[in-house]
């Protein structure tokens, strides 16, 4: 029989050009017979190629599609039929099923179904689906009527039951819907739209745990229905039984795993199973997706910050805390990523909109704090100070926030102290801090109470009598400092900071040998004590023997050359010392450390600036800032070279970066100072009168109050406090300033006065040798040279020197000196026009003319706006023998000031007449 159908089909394929399309159909009939649903659909799509109205041929297709569930395919072919005029009562029953699983709602509702002669079964079954639809069009009324008329036939179908509950629900009498489909499940238990309307009841009864139980009854039925298998999954989700709904969710991904929203879902039941890595796949495949569900991006965090993910979170929290509320524990999560990452402003940022905060978040809120502070935002690190003072009840989190409070000169951390040493008296963090605290603070009475309060506990608590030693020294009490350290000898004879206390006594008690010895006892013992080094260099310093001091502490390095306590140490004295260069070797060592001490980047700052190696201190200021931005000994540093190299408008931007998060008096004047250096006059102004009134007798301030009146052109009140600034910080600087006022009030011989009186002091300050040099020019050549040879003496390179010393020698007709001269300033800047003007005019009067007009080619254009340089480039062209081009430069060029017209007219009248 097998072998039969076979060859009946392979002959059917093979003659299927000569059949029709009846033959087709019919053929297809047999393949329906055979469970041959495949080879049906191409018979039968072969039929309607050759007969594309044969309604037959439309029908039968579009119920083989319904069969095998395409149900799109199935609903264009089975109203096909219709319109091409199929039996109604046998196609309207199939597409309406076709319409229901599509979802086509309105073309079940405007269903013509009157003139049709339907079955009262099938008239119950498209009768309750046209119900459906209506209420689904939010068309009640109609539905209602239908209900109606349905009540009048004469049929036990369920459908007609069906009908008659959704009245109950149109009614909103959903217990007496919910009993009579109950009684209708009883009898028809499999029933698929009986198990979805019990359902979806159950839903409008805000029972969702019964309306998921229905519809898993009805997916075990139907599985092929990956619509309601869909809602199904959902509802298992959020009724937060994820295992349930994760064989639903798989199969669902199977089919279509780019769905959005299937693999948030998932992501939802990998999070509730603690599956981090699984969650975060799915949450963010449904991103990518184009789910734009904030939950989605919070799972996803979520998930990435249990793995220590912490970019990945916050990337994902941060795009949505904006729509976050103040409490929602996400805030939370997100500023504890940023903080991981450094992100330390962003962090505080989010914790300020923290809202219903407590104590769970005081130890967030303090490392939040901290990490501002040492960052240098203090601004910021103080409001969330003041934000955690409420929620710091522990002993832990009060000394936290007493430690903060010091940091940022809030005297009320010792309260804090206080309190929590109150909470937990053994807490070792909050008694040392506290003491700390005391002394700095110079409670010495609290400290020595504290200090007996220990005592008192505990006998033999070192830590008691050296804070109370430590007390006694500060108030010069020796004999009670020393009778402190000693007990904390005999209590432990090994301890290096009594034995320590005991030999800065006798250094102050000027017991030297007893000094010396102790320090000896004691490096023998511990040799790479730092603490004891460092006394043993200034011990010997202050004996005069500074060298040895250093030897000291170089010996201990030798032997133990990876401890980097003593390489700071040797580089920090050395740089005391003004050894540069060798300190630099030692803070060199360094480079590489991952984590660099605050003395590394200050002493090492230092010494290349001392060293002169600029390009050095700028690339080291450079890599601190971008490490610690706002921390002031880098700013300050930074700051000082901006201000030596003349880069102002550099220093505005840095004053005001680092003001914009820590109030600070120094650098609201350095910013001041750095404003009216650019020339910002107006911003300058509003600086100036924003320094606090207490501080505008400052020497500095007076300062910037000389520049502003100068602008003004009030030079009479401008010099006295151009003068008071110098007397303040008497540096080149400040004597130009109060040079300038001087002069513009004619007091030049005050004014020369005061330079030769600043140069007796100060003999090799360069702004004030310059200013001399300048004055001596027109009054006499020989000092003018001796003062820039001085110059030259200091900065071999300095520009201005090199080029005035050049025209001295010019005007004195000692040509090779004033061409070596010259030739240097030219090389320190080649593009200055002055400079090359001095050079060539060197070269002239040695007869170089080509040469001279060389180098005047360099600079020399239509544009130069220097009479003067531009006529002494014309001349040099007709000397050279250039007398076309020597007469169209003077042509085309008119003079302004009466010295050049006068000039011009006698090169006129000598090369181009």
């Known amino acids: 029989m097998r072998k039969t159908i076979i060859a009946l089909s392979l002959g059917m394929l093979i003659s299927c050009g000569q059949q029709t399309s009846e033959e087709h159909i019919q053929a297809a009939q047999e393949f329906i017979a055979q469970n041959d649903n495949a080879s049906a659909i191409i018979s039968l799509k072969t039929a309607v190629q050759l007969a594309p109205k044969s309604p037959e041929a439309r029908f039968e297709l579009g119920k083989v599609y319904l069969d095998e569930k395409q149900f799109e395919s199935a609903e264009k072919e089975l109203s096909r039929a219709l319109e091409y005029g199929y039996d109604g009562a046998k196609v309207l029953p199939l597409l309406t099923r076709a319409y229901q699983r599509t979802g086509a709602y309105a073309a079940i509702s405007e269903m013509e179904d009157k003139n049709v002669d339907l079955s009262n079964e099938d008239k119950a079954e498209i009768g309750y689906f046209k119900i459906v639809s209506l209420v689904r069009l939010n068309k009640p009324d109609d539905a209602r009527a239908i209900i109606a008329d349905l009540s009048q036939l004469q049929t036990d179908s369920v459908f007609k039951s069906l009908s008659q509950a959704y009245k109950d629900i149109l009614d909103k009498d959903y217990p007496l819907a919910l009993q009579s489909l109950s009684d209708i499940k009883d009898s028809h238990s499999d029933h698929p739209e009986v198990l979805k309307l019990l359902a979806q009841l159950h839903l409008s009864l805000g029972d969702p745990k019964a309306a998921a139980q229905e519809f898993d009854r009805y997916v075990s039925l139907y599985p092929d229905d990956l619509q309601t298998t869909f809602v199904l999954a959902k509802l298992w989700v959020d009724l937060g039984e994820t295992a349930k709904a994760e064989p639903y969710l798989d199969q669902l991904l199977a089919v279509n795993a780019k769905n959005g929203l299937l693999n948030q879902l998932k992501a939802a039941a990998r999070i509730a199973d603690k599956d981090y890595g699984e969650a975060q796949k799915y949450a963010e495949l449904g991103i990518q997706n184009g789910m734009n569900d904030p939950s989605l991006r919070l799972i996803a965090g979520y998930a990435a910050y249990q793995q220590k993910d912490f970019e990945a979170a916050q990337q994902h929290l941060s795009l949505v805390a904006s729509s976050l509320p103040g409490n929602h524990p996400g805030l939370r999560l997100l500023a504890a990523s940023q903080l991981q990452l450094g992100l330390n402003a962003e962090a505080g940022d989010v914790l300020e909109r923290m809202e219903q905060v407590n104590e769970q978040d005081a130890q967030l809120f303090s490392k939040a704090s901290y990490e501002l502070l040492r960052q240098g935002n203090v601004k910021d690190a103080q409001e969330l100070v003041e934000k955690s003072s409420s929620i710091s009840t522990t002993a832990e989190d009060l000394t936290r926030l007493g430690l903060l409070k010091l940091s940022l000169n809030n005297l009320d951390g010792i309260v804090n102290l206080e309190e929590a040493l109150e909470k937990s008296p053994e807490l070792e963090s909050a008694k040392k801090t506290l003491a700390t605290a005391y002394i700095t603070t110079k409670q010495y009475d609290k400290a020595l109470e504290l200090a007996q309060q220990w005592k008192a506990e505990d006998a033999n608590d070192i830590s008691a009598y050296l804070l109370a030693g430590e007390v006694f020294s500060k108030q010069q009490d020796l004999s009670s400092a020393k009778a402190e350290f000693e007990q904390v000898m005999r209590i432990d004879p090994e301890h290096k900071g009594a034995a320590l206390g005991l030999i800065n006594i006798a250094i102050t008690e000027k017991e030297v040998v007893q000094a010396q010895s102790g320090l000896t006892d004691l490096l023998n013992r511990f040799p790479d004590y730092t603490p004891a080094l460092a006394t043993a260099y200034l011990f010997n310093k202050q004996q005069g023997k500074t060298q040895h001091g250093i030897e000291v502490i170089k010996s201990a390095l030798n032997k133990a050359p990876d401890n980097q306590e003593l390489s700071m140490l040797y580089a920090r004295v050395l740089l005391l010392e003004q050894q540069y260069e060798q300190a630099l070797q030692e803070f060199v060592k360094f480079d590489q450390n991952e984590s660099l001490p605050p003395a590394y980047w200050q002493g090492k700052g230092q010494a290349l600036i001392r060293s002169g190696d600029l390009q050095g201190a700028q690339d080291h200021y450079d890599k601190w800032l971008s490490i610690a931005p706002n921390d002031k000994q880098a700013v300050v540093g930074k700051l000082l070279l901006l201000d030596n190299t003349g880069k102002f408008a550099e220093g505005v931007k840095l004053t005001e970066g680092f003001l914009a998060v820590r109030n600070d008096t120094q650098m609201q004047l350095l910013n001041t100072h750095f404003l009216l250096m650019n020339k910002d006059m107006d911003a300058g102004r509003k600086a100036y009168e924003a320094i606090p009134q207490e501080l505008k007798s400052m020497p500095i301030v007076k300062g910037f109050l000389a520049r502003l009146l100068i602008v003004d052109g009030d030079f009479e009140q401008a010099e006295p406090n151009a003068h008071a600034a110098y007397e303040g910080l008497p540096n080149g600087r400040n004597l130009v300033l109060w040079v300038f006022t001087l002069e513009r009030l004619s007091k030049k011989e005050q004014a020369l006065g005061a330079i030769q009186a600043h140069l007796k002091v100060s003999p090799n300050d360069g702004a004030a040798l310059m200013m001399l040099a300048e004055r001596q020019i027109n009054s006499g050549d020989d000092e003018a040279i001796a003062s820039y040879q001085t110059l030259l003496q200091k900065n ?113 009248a000598k090369y181009a007449e």
Not at 798 to 821: G, H, I, P, S, T
Not at 853 to 866: E, F, G, H, T
Not at 871 to 877: D, G, K, P, S, T
């Open 796 to 908: 071999p390179n300095n520009f201005v020197a090199l080029n005035n010393l050049a025209y001295l020698y010019l005007q004195q007709n000692q040509l090779d000196k004033a061409l070596e001269f010259a030739e240097n300033a030219v090389k320190q800047r080649p593009d200055n026009a002055a400079a090359v003007d001095t050079y060539a005019q060197v070269l002239v009067a040695k007869g170089e003319y080509r040469k001279a007009v060389k180098q005047y080619d360099a600079v020399v254009n239509d544009k130069m706006r220097n009479e003067e340089i531009y006529l002494n480039y014309v001349e040099a062209l007709f000397l050279d023998g250039s007398t076309l081009l020597g007469k169209r430069k003077l042509e085309q060029r008119e003079m302004k000031t009466e010295e050049n017209i006068t000039r011009q007219a006698q090169l006129k």
